[in-house]
């Protein structure tokens, strides 16, 4: 009760790497490069199957989706950790810090749903090939992206607000590069025991459940792949589910060890590393998984390149 009666707090430190602030230059340039990195190279997928007519599919509109994802989450975090990394007292105010969790949740739970409808994509594709334009129709794939994002707002809208509904008294530090769930809960100033609760399970259904669909496409996938005469048809069908398989693992692997650990398992410093991985790797490395892998995606990089630069140089 003494706890609960003091001043609220209206603003929050963000502590980020402040222990070792040798190392705080450094790393600013290396995240300025690589957020800069994954602005260029998601903005680039998104233009490209806006642009070109063959990429007007089921499988790279999912993709534009996800580059849409990828860019507004590193957007959401990556200016507030250089602010961060650049000065010695990053502030954050408590609306600011609301927002923000606001929409790392929307969007990483939007992703995890995407990642899903893109496996039941390469499914269908994959194991009912002839119906396939009947079963991933144009209302199909709109359904499943308009429930990717409800379901994004929804979690992000029921997780965050649960979250700012407790009283924050002090302290204000958060060990932590950005408003993430876990670091801020620790500072509130009341029982959190049922939101945890609700935060595991809710994670164990955002995070585990689309993962087991995505296993189950896979298994159904890899048994009709090796039921194939064609050998060259085998090595397509593989090349198709690659890269979806690649951003899989990085996504979830990540997501993983951040939030499905038990609470003593690391130290805050390592926990401030895994969760690089998701907000710095998993955006930066997608678009260089699908446009390296994807030979259509090549193919109509080369062609705007030529149609947009290489013209107007002749």
């Not at 430190?13 to 690589?34: C, D, H, K, R, T």
């Not at 979690?155 to 590069?177: D, R």
């Not at 048994?223 to 690659?242: E, H, N, V, Y």
Request: glycine share 4%.
């Amino acid at each position: 009760m003494k706890r609960q009666n003091q001043s609220s707090v209206v603003e929050f430190i963000l502590l980020g790497f402040s222990n070792f602030p040798e190392l705080q230059e450094q790393l600013f340039g290396i995240f300025l490069v690589i957020y800069l990195v994954t602005l260029i190279g998601n903005a680039t997928i998104i233009v490209l199957i806006s642009l070109d007519q063959s990429l007007h599919v089921p499988m790279y509109l999912f993709l534009q989706n996800l580059s849409v994802v990828e860019v507004s989450f590193s957007g959401v975090i990556m200016p507030e950790m250089l602010v961060v990394l650049s000065t010695e007292k990053a502030t954050i105010s408590f609306a600011g810090c609301f927002a923000q969790m606001y929409f790392i949740l929307l969007f990483g739970g939007t992703g995890c749903f995407l990642l899903g409808a893109m496996a039941y994509d390469r499914y269908v594709a994959i194991c009912h090939p002839l119906s396939y334009p009947l079963i991933m129709n144009k209302m199909v794939f709109t359904k499943l992206v308009m429930f990717s994002w409800i379901s994004g707002v929804m979690v992000a809208t029921v997780q965050t607000t649960w979250v700012f509904s407790f009283h924050y008294c002090g302290p204000n530090k958060i060990n932590h590069l950005f408003c993430e769930t876990p670091p801020v809960l620790e500072l509130a100033c009341a029982d959190t025991f049922l939101f945890e609760i609700y935060a595991f399970t809710g994670t164990i259904l955002i995070v585990v459940v689309p993962f087991l669909l995505i296993l189950l496409s896979y298994i159904r996938i890899l048994f009709a792949i090796l039921k194939m005469p064609s050998s060259t048809g085998r090595q397509k069908a593989f090349s198709t589910c690659a890269s979806h398989l690649t951003s899989v693992t990085f996504f979830y692997g990540t997501a993983n060890m951040t939030y499905l650990q038990p609470k003593s398992s690391y130290s805050p410093e390592t926990k401030k590393l895994m969760s690089l991985a998701y907000t710095l790797l998993t955006p930066l490395l997608n678009p260089l998984i699908y446009s390296l892998r994807n030979n259509k995606m090549k193919r109509a990089l080369m062609k705007l390149w030529q149609r947009k630069v290489v013209s107007h140089i002749v």
